[in-house]
Nanobody, 113 residues
Framework: QVQLVESGGGLVQPGGSLRLSCTASGSFFSLYTMGWYRQAPGKQRELVASITDGYRTNYADSVKGRFTISRDNVKKTVYLQMSSLKPEDTAVYYC???????WGQGTQVTVSL
């Protein structure tokens, strides 16, 4: 079993930056793909970015060039560096452990003046 705890969300102005963190408990973190998803009010949850055990990354078109996903297997943590934030990035952001199909509790990101 794994527990995922996200942090780093908050209120930021358009054009600003935030870094989200997701730390996992338990074993086998380094063996699996990790991902960040987001869900805006009234919308379906969507993939933002993912990173494999081999550090191969994948991004939604809407965040390419602005967001960067990374991982630290020693700290069992996956990060999402978000830059040039837009109001449409406002959502609850969740991390996902693909191997165990586990989700974190989510962290709110609000981009507004």
């Amino acid at each position: 079993q794994v527990q995922l705890v996200e942090s780093g969300g908050g209120l930021v102005q358009p054009g600003g930056s935030l870094r989200l963190s997701c730390t996992a408990s338990g074993s086998f973190f380094s063996l699996y793909t990790m991902g960040w998803y987001r869900q805006a009010p009234g919308k379906q949850r969507e993939l933002v970015a993912s990173i494999t055990d081999g550090y191969r990354t994948n991004y939604a078109d809407s965040v390419k060039g602005r967001f960067t996903i990374s991982r630290d297997n020693v700290k069992k943590t996956v990060y999402l560096q978000m830059s040039s934030l837009k109001p449409e990035d406002t959502a609850v952001y969740y991390c996902k452990h693909y191997g165990l199909s586990a989700w974190g509790q989510g962290t709110q990101v609000t981009v507004s003046l």
